[in-house]
Every structure is written in structure tokens, then in C-alpha cells.
């Protein structure tokens, strides 16, 4: 769903079947803790393509393609439905929010070193819980761990 930015400028929250998203610039980040920290998910995705049939059964990703997502007009834009020809690969960002300083991190390794002060205590914890960090409420429960100690 799209916004423009005049309406983005209208809107403070949106929840979604138990699940609060705030606006911060013109994207909707997941709210996933507000405490001592804030922590927010940055949803996103790319665009696959599935690949073109050749021989042999195979498929190939280097054949010539235009895509589009939208068809504009004058006065309105007109969203078009994704072909079958490309897969959708989600993907998130987490951003952590302390003393009014905003840091993102995109995997474990950015994670650590944000804590990296508590990297012994990091890792044990991994191993011991099987934080993974697709997973929300691992991630939560690991920041809350290293924030408490």
C-alpha cells in the first residue's frame, strides 16, 4: 500500500491485525519494543525474476525484459499486478533506537558489533538460545538480555 506524502503527514500509527506500524520519514516501520529502546522492523523485498524457459527445462535470468510496476496517467497511477514471471523475496532491517540515537542493523555481525562491548555474552547467548535473526522475538529477547546486563 502506498501513500502519498501529503497523507503520510496525516498519519501517526496503523495496526494491522495486533501489530503497530509508525511512520518515520515517508516508511512504515514495526513497532516491536518501546521501552528502555525502541526496536523497529524495516519490511522489504526484491524482485525476482523466475527466469525465462530454455532448453532442457532450465531457465535463464539474462534474456532481455521491461518491467513496470505502475501505469501513470495525467492525473492518476494505476498499480499493475506482479506477472508470475517474478518471485517476491522479503527481507528486514531492524533499527534500534536509544537516547534518541537511531542505528540499523542488517544482520548478526552489525548486531555484535553494536554490542561489542558484550560480544562474549552475545555469542553464548546465540548458542544458547538459537537466536536467528529472521526471527523477531529472538532478536528482541537477545537485545533485552545485553541491555539488562
Not at 506524502?5 to 519494543?33: A, H, M, P, S, Y
Request: glycine share 2%.
Amino acid at each position: 500500500m502506498a501513500f502519498s506524502e501529503e497523507t503520510l503527514t496525516r498519519i501517526d500509527t496503523v495496526f494491522i491485525q495486533n501489530r503497530k506500524f509508525v511512520v518515520v520519514g515517508t516508511k512504515f516501520f514495526e513497532v516491536i519494543c518501546h521501552s528502555k529502546f525502541d526496536l523497529y522492523v524495516e519490511h522489504k523485498c526484491k524482485l525476482r525474476s523466475v527466469g525465462k524457459p530454455t532448453a532442457y527445462g532450465a531457465t535463464s535470468h539474462s534474456t532481455s525484459t521491461s518491467s513496470y510496476s505502475a501505469s501513470p496517467t495525467e492525473s492518476k497511477k494505476y498499480d499493475l499486478k506482479l506477472s508470475e514471471e517474478y518471485q517476491v523475496d522479503p527481507y528486514i532491517f531492524y533499527w534500534i533506537k536509544k537516547n534518541s540515537i537511531s542505528k540499523k542493523f542488517e544482520n548478526m555481525r552489525q548486531l555484535k558489533n553494536l554490542y561489542s562491548a558484550k560480544k562474549d555474552l552475545m555469542e553464548k547467548y546465540v548458542k544458547e538460545h538459537s537466536v536467528k535473526y529472521n526471527d523477531q522475538k529472538t532478536i528482541l529477547q537477545l537485545i533485552e538480555y545485553l541491555e539488562s546486563h
